[in-house]
């Protein structure tokens, strides 16, 4: 190469220009376009989500009525599940980092690679246009449950038609990680020297792959039926609304594990950087990324225990939910056998990787709550639900997000950001969190329905605290991002390697050159945590 080692050409200073990024097929360019846009969008979801605490804060109709509330939290939840959670950490980090962690160019199929950036921003504006077209966005909750959604005068047609073309840029997404993975790895780096990260994307891709096609099928049936009268889920045709919310959770529960999986890979990369230690058990948490996405297509049946379903099903669907909890223990058991007697640095990307630990443990032990058969009639569309959903989403794969952004910070941009500044904003975010989500547990066990826009006078004060929650968690994103963006500009300029990493990306330059690799990558013999 013509540069010099200390000063290769960054992948910023290859083209100028609006059209060179947009129309840019360099992997790290569509890795930050994609990041741009779901903050975007995540941002859109939070207003949302504040309205919604807000018009909760007192019994009665507060902000908005029964109708607009049905609208604001299912644009919410589209935005949240289809246009954050499920393509944050593939397709930003995925594609920013997995060709380089695992010592190549880039991903097998470029071009393809920008079409899915492309059809993400394709359904995403369709999805925003329904506050603007038509009779308003859709009032059916973000599962756009039959028969309702075919009934309803929203538009629920182009929001469903949205979350179409957001499943084909998923798709795009996992076989392109597929293919690279399998096929573009450095030479002498093995399966067992991949990253964790790497192994979490893999598991995700085949979920993708495999499963998104169903909710595909799903939702053109929702929009055939709206539109010639099919009667494939209305009951009052000869449909059956049963065979809708079975279509539906096949793909729906896989896909909390394309939301949570790569979220814990990024777990896995940001302790051993910080405990300055080997990852504990490194083949034990590859393997239960695998079998995380195995199990998880089987598990879809503890959405409907009150739906109708006969004893034997929803038995072995039970046992089959307690099943999915050992591989994730196992994970959570190594992360934590990883800290022990290490040398620990505690900085931004670790505190949120432990918030993440703690969130995703209250997660999933209220996940065994409700997938137990006798507490799940109980709980079962209450607020124990919504606070279970949040803990493991945004409290797991929202914290790892954030934990990655600051950990890899410094290799994307080139910048250091402001450490202290940093920690408060976490502190900010983690007692907000709790606050607004923990006495949502407490509320689903006195018995609060979910999805209601009013309450009964005995939930006014823990609906207080929850919202008051809300407005700590806001403040703390917003000075997370304020700090981010202003060390983007001002922050220290940061060395290849700050925290000390071990894999490939850290060999690279900050920001990586246009070629990702600017000498030929050394893969450790040890593995890709050898800390020696």
């Given at each position: 190469?013509?540069?010099?080692?200390?000063?290769?050409?960054?992948?910023?200073?290859?083209?100028?220009?609006?059209?060179?990024?947009?129309?840019?097929t360099?992997?790290?360019?569509?890795?930050?376009?994609?990041?741009?846009a779901?903050?975007?969008?995540?941002?859109v979801?939070?207003?949302?989500?504040?309205?919604?605490?807000?018009?909760?804060?007192?019994?009665?109709?507060?902000?908005?009525?029964?109708?607009?509330?049905?609208?604001v939290?299912?644009?919410?939840?589209?935005?949240?599940?289809?246009?954050?959670?499920?393509?944050?950490?593939?397709?930003?980090?995925?594609?920013f980092?997995?060709?380089?962690?695992?010592?190549t160019?880039d991903?097998?199929?470029?071009?393809?690679?920008?079409?899915?950036?492309?059809?993400?921003?394709?359904?995403g504006?369709?999805?925003?246009?329904?506050?603007?077209?038509?009779d308003?966005?859709?009032?059916?909750?973000?599962?756009?449950?039959?028969p309702?959604?075919?009934?309803?005068?929203?538009?629920?047609?182009l929001?469903?038609?949205?979350?179409?073309?957001?499943?084909?840029?998923?798709?795009?997404t996992?076989?392109?990680?597929?293919?690279?993975?399998?096929?573009?790895?450095?030479?002498?780096?093995?399966?067992?020297?991949?990253?964790?990260?790497?192994?979490?994307?893999?598991?995700?891709?085949w979920i993708?792959?495999?499963?998104t096609?169903?909710?595909?099928?799903?939702?053109?049936?929702?929009?055939?039926?709206?539109?010639f009268?099919?009667?494939?889920?209305?009951?009052?045709?000869?449909?059956?609304?049963?065979?809708?919310?079975?279509?539906?959770?096949?793909y729906?529960?896989?896909?909390?594990?394309?939301?949570?999986?790569?979220?814990?890979?990024?777990?896995?990369?940001?302790?051993?950087?910080?405990?300055h230690?080997?990852?504990?058990?490194?083949?034990?948490?590859?393997?239960?990324?695998l079998?995380i996405?195995?199990?998880?297509?089987?598990?879809?049946?503890?959405h409907?225990?009150?739906?109708g379903?006969?004893?034997?099903?929803?038995?072995?669907?039970?046992?089959?939910?307690?099943l999915?909890?050992?591989?994730?223990?196992?994970k959570v058991?190594?992360?934590?056998?990883?800290?022990?007697?290490?040398?620990?640095?505690?900085?931004?990307?670790l505190?949120?990787?432990?918030?993440?630990?703690?969130?995703?443990?209250?997660?999933?032990?209220?996940?065994?709550?409700?997938g137990?058969?006798?507490?799940?009639i109980?709980?079962?569309?209450?607020?124990?639900?919504?606070?279970?959903?949040?803990?493991?989403?945004?409290?797991g794969?929202?914290?790892?997000?954030?934990?990655?952004?600051?950990?890899?910070?410094?290799k994307?941009?080139?910048?250091?950001?402001?450490?202290?500044r940093?920690?408060?904003?976490?502190?900010?975010?983690?007692?907000g969190?709790?606050?607004?989500?923990?006495?949502?547990?407490?509320?689903?066990?006195?018995?609060?329905?979910?999805?209601?826009?009013?309450?009964?006078?005995?939930?006014?004060?823990?609906?207080?605290?929850?919202?008051?929650?809300s407005?700590?968690?806001?403040?703390?994103?917003?000075m997370?991002l304020v700090?981010?963006?202003?060390s983007?500009?001002?922050?220290?300029i940061?060395?290849?390697?700050?925290?000390?990493?071990?894999?490939?990306?850290?060999?690279t330059?900050?920001?990586?050159?246009?070629?990702?690799?600017?000498?030929?990558?050394?893969?450790p013999?040890?593995?890709?945590?050898?800390?020696?």
């Amino acid at each position: 190469m013509s540069e010099t080692l200390s000063q290769p050409v960054s992948f910023y200073q290859a083209k100028k220009g609006l059209f060179s990024w947009i129309f840019s097929t360099d992997h790290k360019r569509i890795g930050l376009l994609y990041f741009y846009a779901i903050i975007s969008f995540f941002l859109v979801a939070m207003v949302l989500g504040f309205l919604m605490r807000l018009e909760l804060i007192s019994p009665g109709e507060t902000i908005m009525g029964a109708k607009t509330y049905n609208q604001v939290f299912t644009l919410h939840g589209v935005i949240m599940i289809f246009l954050f959670l499920i393509p944050s950490v593939p397709a930003f980090f995925g594609n920013f980092f997995l060709p380089i962690m695992i010592g190549t160019d880039d991903v097998a199929f470029p071009k393809v690679n920008l079409l899915s950036w492309w059809l993400y921003v394709l359904g995403g504006l369709f999805a925003l246009s329904t506050l603007v077209v038509g009779d308003g966005p859709a009032d059916t909750g973000w599962t756009f449950y039959a028969p309702y959604s075919v009934t309803t005068g929203t538009n629920v047609s182009l929001a469903v038609l949205a979350a179409f073309i957001l499943g084909f840029s998923s798709i795009l997404t996992g076989l392109n990680f597929i293919v690279t993975i399998h096929r573009l790895r450095a030479p002498k780096m093995g399966w067992f020297k991949m990253p964790l990260f790497a192994w979490s994307l893999y598991a995700t891709a085949w979920i993708q792959l495999l499963a998104t096609p169903i909710i595909g099928i799903t939702l053109l049936m929702i929009i055939a039926e709206r539109a010639f009268g099919l009667g494939l889920f209305d009951p009052a045709l000869g449909g059956d609304p049963i065979l809708y919310q079975h279509l539906f959770w096949i793909y729906s529960h896989p896909a909390v594990y394309i939301m949570v999986l790569p979220a814990m890979g990024l777990i896995s990369e940001i302790i051993p950087t910080f405990s300055h230690r080997t990852i504990f058990g490194y083949k034990a948490i590859a393997y239960s990324s695998l079998a995380i996405a195995f199990i998880g297509y089987f598990v879809w049946g503890h959405h409907m225990f009150t739906s109708g379903m006969s004893g034997p099903a929803r038995i072995i669907f039970s046992i089959l939910t307690f099943l999915v909890a050992v591989p994730s223990a196992i994970k959570v058991f190594n992360w934590v056998a990883t800290l022990y007697k290490g040398s620990i640095e505690v900085k931004a990307p670790l505190l949120y990787a432990l918030a993440f630990i703690f969130q995703f443990l209250i997660g999933g032990l209220t996940g065994l709550v409700i997938g137990a058969l006798a507490t799940d009639i109980h709980l079962h569309d209450t607020y124990f639900v919504v606070g279970h959903f949040h803990y493991v989403m945004f409290g797991g794969a929202g914290f790892a997000f954030f934990g990655a952004l600051h950990y890899w910070f410094p290799k994307i941009y080139g910048r250091m950001y402001n450490e202290l500044r940093a920690k408060i904003a976490f502190t900010f975010l983690f007692v907000g969190f709790n606050i607004l989500y923990f006495p949502m547990l407490i509320l689903g066990i006195m018995g609060m329905p979910r999805r209601y826009y009013d309450y009964l006078a005995e939930f006014t004060t823990l609906n207080v605290i929850s919202t008051v929650g809300s407005w700590i968690m806001i403040l703390g994103i917003i000075m997370m991002l304020v700090n981010l963006i202003v060390s983007r500009r001002k922050g220290k300029i940061a060395e290849r390697n700050p925290w000390g990493g071990t894999t490939l990306e850290w060999q690279t330059a900050s920001p990586p050159s246009l070629h990702n690799f600017d000498t030929e990558p050394i893969i450790p013999e040890g593995g890709p945590y050898d800390h020696n």
